[in-house]
């Protein structure tokens, strides 16, 4: 079921079981999550169990997996955001990429992690370990 309004699915994009805003672009595909008003999905990117907040970009064949993307993250082509498993499954066991963060081409972020807003991964590497904090130091 996709309650909408006014949203385009483009190529081979697919909707299953979502909400999804006005004005997002699917190219890829999105199953059980939510994407908020101006979120373009990038050409076979998947987002699975998440929520996706305004103006985010999920470029071409990333994936995001059991993640809250805050307001204007960009998450380049060929990343994968949570993937791994935990110990105990719970309640809260996403991972948070936090506002206007910007996820450098195939860069792996672990499940369970949590990046601070405001932050280039570029400058960090291309791997967060699962569980780990990422956060701006002085």
């Known amino acids: 079921t996709n309650i909408t309004s006014q949203y385009s699915v483009i190529g081979n994009g697919r909707v299953v079981n979502s909400l999804i805003g006005q004005g997002c672009v699917i190219e890829g595909f999105v199953k059980n999550s939510v994407i908020s008003p101006g979120v373009h999905i990038g050409e076979k990117a998947e987002v699975i169990n ?15 997996d059991r993640c ?37 081409p195939q860069t792996a972020i672990g499940r ?5 807003p405001g932050l280039r991964l570029a400058d960090l590497g291309r791997f967060v370990a699962p569980g780990a904090v990422v956060t701006l130091t002085a």
Not at 54 to 64: D, R, Y
Not at 69 to 93: H, M, S, T, W
Request: with cysteine; hydrophobic share 45%.
């Open 112 to 116: 369970k992690a949590k990046i601070h």
């Open 50 to 64: 998440s929520v996706v907040m305004n103006n985010t970009i999920v470029g071409f064949h990333s994936i995001v």
């Open 68 to 104: 809250i993307l805050d307001e204007e993250v960009n998450i380049g082509k060929f990343c994968f955001v949570g993937f791994g498993n935990v110990a105990k499954p719970g309640l809260c066991d996403a991972t948070m990429v936090g506002k206007k963060v910007n996820v450098a």
